[in-house]
């Protein structure tokens, strides 16, 4: 069945420098991906989104790079902050699908 | 409130009673979501409601689990007679476009099953 994967369970930034999560999905007919993020003992939340018409996506110091012909996609984090630290997930779905598939999640730690 | 709203937190049961975990979602929210969560692992998709239509739900993992919507806003799942393997965090998020697209999470309730 479909699934979506991260490369990483664990990543570790220094503050301050740039942090980049990867994540594989092997639906070809997936159209919309989101990235999450959860921090410990609170619901996933909402970070950036990208159709599958864009391969680019800029947010607040966060961009998400989609590559559909090899079914990858990434979250880039820019000048990382404590607050940044936390699990991060991709989840994708396609048009008429209700249901995002989401990873397993990268943690992501930022050292002071 | 302003956010997902879900109750209790945490919720310790017994092997074989029924539990009950409520949402309440977002005003306004037409479409509501309830996702799994077990110990390092991503989200499993249970159930979705959405409006008036009939509730998907092809990710509930057994006849045990249920799930009502009253009045298009509050929603309760209902899990019969616990096992060991339904301990995880219990998820709800709302959405007022479907498609699976900007959810809201509530923080979750954690169910531990002794």
């Known amino acids: 069945g479909e699934s979506v994967g991260l490369h990483l369970p664990t990543l570790s930034v220094q503050e301050g420098d740039n942090s980049i999560i990867n994540c594989a999905y092997s639906n070809s007919a997936s159209d919309y991906f989101i990235w999450y993020k959860q921090e410990s003992g609170k619901g996933p939340q909402f970070i950036i989104d990208i159709r599958s018409n864009m391969d680019k996506r800029q947010g607040q110091r966060v961009t998400v790079l989609l590559n559909k012909t090899v079914k990858h996609l990434s979250l880039q984090i820019a000048a990382t902050q404590p607050g940044d630290s936390a699990v991060y997930f991709c989840a994708e779905t396609f048009h008429g699908n209700e249901k995002l598939t989401f990873g397993t999640g990268t943690r992501l730690t930022i050292i002071p | 409130g302003a956010g997902v709203s879900q109750s209790p937190s945490n919720k310790v049961t017994e092997k074989g009673k029924d539990v009950e975990l409520r949402c309440d979602p977002i005003?306004?929210?037409?479409?509501l979501y309830w996702y799994r969560q077990s110990l390092g692992q991503g989200l499993e998709f249970l159930i979705y409601?959405?409006?008036?239509?009939?509730?998907?739900k092809s990710g509930l993992p057994s006849d045990r689990f249920s799930a009502e919507r009253t009045g298009g806003s509050v929603s309760t799942l209902t899990i019969q007679r616990t096992q060991q393997e339904d301990s995880a965090v219990y998820l709800c998020a709302s959405s007022s476009q479907g498609g699976g697209e900007k959810l809201f999470f509530g923080s979750g309730t954690q169910l531990s099953v002794l």
């Open positions: 409601f959405q409006g008036n239509s009939a509730p998907d």
């Open positions: 005003s306004g929210h037409t479409a």
